[in-house]
């Protein structure tokens, strides 16, 4: 059964180190015992690994959080094929005050975000020259939004006490590899089309429009940076069928084309050991 652990935000998390984990042969993951934590995500495969005697089989989109101390190592070798992100941390001890709570193993509901912060932070930490609290701050972010992700009711918003409005967040997020428009939303919610949008823009301080393209732009950078999709093939796979239109959103939010997002987050640690 999974467990929470606090800690504390009085200042910010200290980064050690971090990689992506690629192995193109059976894999079994040493035993050991480290003075720090250790964060464990899921990308392709399935990683048997135990804590003492909690064993877990961390799958793509899962995370596994082991603690300083305790003996870790495999439990069954995995096949060709398992990749995953790790990240050692060490926090400042829980002193009762501005304390976030992370649990010890889940399934991610929103990995696409995870995923950029990962990326960002392999790719900065893997340059030959970062400023030292660098590393610090985008793992206390990466903190916060596993935090955010998994304790919803305690971070909860205006959003969180509509039910059908999350009821259609959660929708949009679901469906957001299909074409997506207001009118489209309100054909699957009943509504008319003016009406949602002065409903939803009153209810969440942004317009349904931004909304999907902020879902959307999530999804294009999490595949930007995690395959080699051409520009064009990214576009369909967020359901935007106009690769020109595309570009001139993602440079709209992002303030870089697709391209330059891409080339600008390319550094990373990879290791298959």
């Known amino acids: 059964m999974s467990t929470t652990i606090a800690f504390s935000l009085t200042s910010p998390i200290t980064f050690l180190s971090c990689g992506e984990f690629v192995s193109d042969r059976p894999f079994l993951h040493d035993t050991r015992v480290m003075d720090s934590y250790e964060l464990i ?22 995370c596994l ?36 709570s992370v649990p010890t193993f889940c399934t991610l509901p929103h990995m696409d975000r995870v995923h950029i912060l990962l990326r960002q932070l392999l790719d900065i930490t893997s340059r030959q020259h970062y ?19 998994m304790n919803p009711q ?9 039910r059908e409005l999350s009821v259609m967040l959660e929708w949009i997020r679901n469906h957001v590899t299909e074409p997506l428009s207001t009118q489209i939303v309100a054909k699957r919610f009943n509504y008319n089309k003016d009406y949602l949008s002065r409903w939803f823009k009153k209810r969440t301080g942004v317009t349904l429009t931004a909304y999907i393209h902020k879902i959307k732009l999530e999804k294009a ?43 600008a987050y390319t550094n990373t640690f990879l290791n298959s050991k």
């Open 41 to 62: 995500v899921g990308i392709s495969g399935c990683l048997h690994i135990r804590e003492n005697t909690n064993a877990y089989k961390v799958n793509p989109g899962d």
């Open 131 to 149: 400023h030292p609290q660098g590393g610090d701050y985008l793992a206390t972010a990466l903190f916060i939004e596993l935090s955010v992700q």
């Open 221 to 263: 950078k999490m595949l930007l940076a995690e395959t080699n999709c051409s520009v064009q093939e990214i576009a369909w796979n967020i359901g935007i069928h106009d690769e020109k239109y595309f570009m001139k959103l993602f440079k709209t939010h992002e303030k870089m084309t697709p391209t330059a997002y891409r080339q």
């Open 154 to 162: 305690r971070y909860k918003n205006l959003a969180s006490h509509d």
């Open 65 to 100: 959080l082991l603690s300083p101390g305790k003996e870790h190592g495999g439990t069954f070798t995995s096949p060709p094929g398992l990749s995953f992100f790790w990240l050692h941390i060490r926090p400042e001890p829980e002193n009762g005050e501005k304390t976030l």
